[in-house]
């Protein structure tokens, strides 16, 4: 049973980077069947797929259009976990952000408890 | 990409059958097998129900199965029961490894 336990801050200003970081227990950053998603949600735009990380023999990321220019998402082999960066944010960033395990074959299987993050001055 | 089309709410009564919509268009639902749908109780986060369009994860009820006909994807809950009160998403494959979900629907269980 995979198990993905997040943190980070809850408040960041405006124009800043968000910055969080999920921990996986049950299963491998490192796997060559997973694949470690970013997703968030907001009132205003519901649930949005805003990237993954994966690897097959060498790393890999996908990035939403909508997001491309200002995220990073990374592992950490040592500390079997993968972080969101999303620069330059606005209030529009406002929104819980979930790290979500999960494949094109099975789904978005596994999600963490979900961080809301505030993004105000 | 625009987010996959769903009704904002639908009822049912206890035991009786509900089918929730899911459009989108030949680029994402109705191009590949890949649709998922979750379910999410207030607060809580969304968990998997259904994956590749009608495959049930472990633990799933049979009671809840899924179907696509062209750009459409379904859900439908059949004996409904009080605790399936609660919003369903849609999320499909979009192409270029990217996925797109929709705007949720709420079930209203009479």
């Given at each position: 049973?995979?198990?993905?336990?997040?943190?980070?801050?809850?408040?960041?200003?405006?124009?800043?980077?968000?910055?969080?970081?999920?921990?996986?227990?049950?299963?491998?950053?490192?796997?060559?069947?997973?694949?470690?998603n970013w997703i968030r949600q907001?009132?205003?735009?519901g649930l949005e797929w805003l990237g993954r990380?994966?690897?097959?023999?060498?790393?890999?990321?996908?990035?939403a259009?909508?997001?491309?220019?200002?995220?990073?998402?990374?592992?950490?082999?040592?500390?079997?976990?993968?972080?969101l960066?999303?620069?330059?944010?606005?209030?529009?960033?406002?929104a819980v952000y979930y790290c979500v395990s999960g494949?094109?074959?099975?789904?978005f299987?596994?999600w963490g408890?979900g961080?809301?993050?505030?993004?105000?001055? | 990409?625009?987010?996959?089309?769903?009704?904002?709410?639908?009822?049912?009564?206890?035991?009786?059958?509900?089918?929730?919509?899911?459009?989108?268009?030949?680029?994402?639902?109705?191009?590949?097998?890949?649709?998922?749908?979750y379910?999410?109780?207030?607060?809580?986060a969304p968990?998997?129900?259904?994956?590749?369009?009608?495959?049930?994860?472990?633990?799933?009820?049979?009671?809840?199965?899924?179907?696509?006909?062209?750009?459409?994807?379904?859900?439908?809950?059949?004996?409904?029961?009080?605790?399936?009160?609660?919003?369903?998403y849609?999320c499909?494959?979009?192409?270029?490894?990217?996925w797109?979900f929709?705007?949720?629907?709420?079930?209203?269980?009479?």
């Amino acid at each position: 049973q995979v198990q993905l336990q997040q943190s980070g801050p809850g408040l960041v200003k405006p124009s800043q980077t968000l910055s969080l970081t999920c921990a996986i227990s049950g299963d491998s950053v490192s796997s060559n069947s997973g694949a470690w998603n970013w997703i968030r949600q907001s009132p205003s735009r519901g649930l949005e797929w805003l990237g993954r990380t994966y690897y097959r023999s060498q790393w890999y990321t996908d990035y939403a259009v909508s997001v491309k220019s200002r995220i990073t998402i990374n592992p950490d082999t040592s500390k079997n976990q993968f972080s969101l960066q999303l620069n330059s944010v606005t209030p529009e960033d406002t929104a819980v952000y979930y790290c979500v395990s999960g494949t094109l074959g099975r789904g978005f299987d596994y999600w963490g408890q979900g961080t809301l993050v505030t993004v105000s001055s | 990409q625009s987010a996959l089309t769903q009704p904002r709410s639908v009822s049912g009564s206890p035991g009786q059958s509900v089918t929730f919509s899911c459009t989108g268009t030949s680029s994402d639902v109705g191009g590949n097998n890949y649709v998922s749908w979750y379910q999410q109780h207030p607060g809580k986060a969304p968990k998997l129900m259904i994956y590749a369009v009608s495959k049930r994860p472990s633990g799933v009820p049979d009671r809840f199965s899924g179907s696509k006909s062209g750009n459409t994807a379904s859900l439908t809950i059949s004996g409904l029961q009080a605790e399936d009160e609660a919003d369903y998403y849609c999320c499909s494959y979009a192409g270029s490894n990217t996925w797109v979900f929709g705007g949720g629907t709420k079930l209203t269980v009479l």
